[in-house]
C-alpha cells in the first residue's frame, strides 16, 4: 500500500556497541529492509540497527561484507 512508517531516527551500532550511524527523520515505505548509508568507512562485519517508529522500535541486522 501507500502506507508510509515514519522512522524518527535510526542508528547503527557495532557488535561492541559502539554507534557508527545516526539519521534524522525521514519517510521510509512499509517493509524497506536496506538503506543506503556510507559504510566505507566500516570495518566487514554485522550490525545492529534501530529504528524509532511511531508504533514501536524496529530491530535489525546490518552485514557489512
Known amino acids: 500500500g501507500d502506507e ?14 559502539e554507534r557508527v550511524f545516526e539519521s534524522g527523520a525521514s519517510s521510509l515505505d512499509e517493509g524497506v529492509k536496506s538503506l543506503s548509508v556510507n559504510s566505507s568507512a566500516w ?3 554485522t550490525y545492529l540497527m534501530r ?5 514501536g522500535i524496529l530491530f535489525g541486522k546490518v552485514v557489512i561484507n
Open 4 to 17: 508510509k512508517s515514519t522512522i524518527s531516527r535510526l542508528e547503527i551500532f557495532s557488535i561492541t556497541g
Open 51 to 55: 529504528a524509532y517508529t511511531p508504533k
Open 43 to 45: 570495518a566487514a562485519g
